[in-house]
């Protein structure tokens, strides 16, 4: 019988700049085909809300997601499936910076979640695995894709193919993360000082800067590198960059407004 349910609250902080996404659905956070559908409303929420810079996603309970209601996927038609990860991936769509917090099991399409971000900060006790070979399938929201892309065609293979965990330092060695933190209270902090340094930071910059790697990364090299100088030119004009000169100049911090 398929799970109901896949909460995901969302509530914002520093004066409304960053919004916190807390997947809450039990001590595994398993996700529904519901929260799916959630978290696509929440980021069409957050992404048309221009005081938002910053995205966090965490999980409550001992583990951040064990992956996805199987009982729930069967339910669905298979032709339904052709737009499957449309909406857990939206991370990747969004204009902001996308930081996830993981501790404990980030399995299945909960991977496939994190990959979709930009920022994924972890635990020494983290495991990452997409094990839907063990089910006579694959990984279906962009996991094949993207975590070869990131750690690698070989080693993406060897884990997709057997279905074997990754480890917390594992993950930090490949790239896959950019921390691995002792503990959860270390991940909240290292998770804080990042929010810090993306929120000094002129927003339109950060936005541009996010597409031009993820447009750029599998384009030819030549086009990649036009791409950024076309970004680059479109933002000497723009306020933000005027503003950062200024208070370079003048040994103070800028303000930047996101023009």
């Known amino acids: 019988m398929p799970l109901t349910g896949g909460e995901i609250r969302l509530e914002r902080s520093h004066e409304g700049r960053v919004a916190n996404l807390t997947l809450d659905h039990g001590r595994y956070n398993i996700i529904t085909m519901e929260t799916r559908r ?3 409303e929440r ?9 938002v810079q910053v995205v966090v996603i965490r999980a409550a309970g001992e583990h951040f997601t064990s992956g996805g209601d199987i009982a729930g996927f069967l339910e669905v038609d298979p032709v339904d499936l052709t737009d499957l990860g449309q909406d857990i991936t939206a991370p990747s769509r969004s204009p902001k910076p996308v930081i996830v917090a993981i501790d404990g099991y980030c399995f299945g ?3 496939e979640l994190a990959l979709s971000a930009d920022i994924r900060i972890a635990t020494d006790r983290s495991r990452f695995a997409l094990p839907e ?3 006579g399938m694959i990984p279906g929201s ?5 975590l070869a892309r990131l750690i690698g065609l070989s080693r993406a293979k060897f884990h997709i193919l057997t279905g074997k965990r990754i480890t917390g330092q594992q993950a930090l060695d490949w790239g896959l993360t950019s921390h691995n933190c002792a503990d959860a209270e270390e991940l909240e902090k290292t998770v804080d000082k990042v929010v810090t340094v993306l929120l000094g930071y002129s927003p339109i910059a950060l936005r541009t800067a996010k597409e031009v790697l993820d447009r750029g990364v599998d384009a030819p090299l030549y086009t990649g590198i036009e791409l950024e100088r076309k970004a680059y030119s479109m933002l000497r004009a723009s ?10 100049g003048e040994k103070r911090v800028p303000k930047f407004v996101g023009r």
């Not at 980021?43 to 005081?51: G, S, V």
């Not at 306020?239 to 370079?248: L, S």
């Open 239 to 248: 306020e933000d960059f005027a503003e950062g000169v200024a208070a370079f």
């Open 142 to 146: 962009g996991g094949t894709q993207r």
């Open 43 to 51: 980021f069409a929420e957050i992404d048309a809300d221009k005081n």
């Open 38 to 40: 959630v978290m696509a």
């Open 109 to 111: 399409v909960g991977l």
């Open 133 to 135: 070979m063990k089910l």
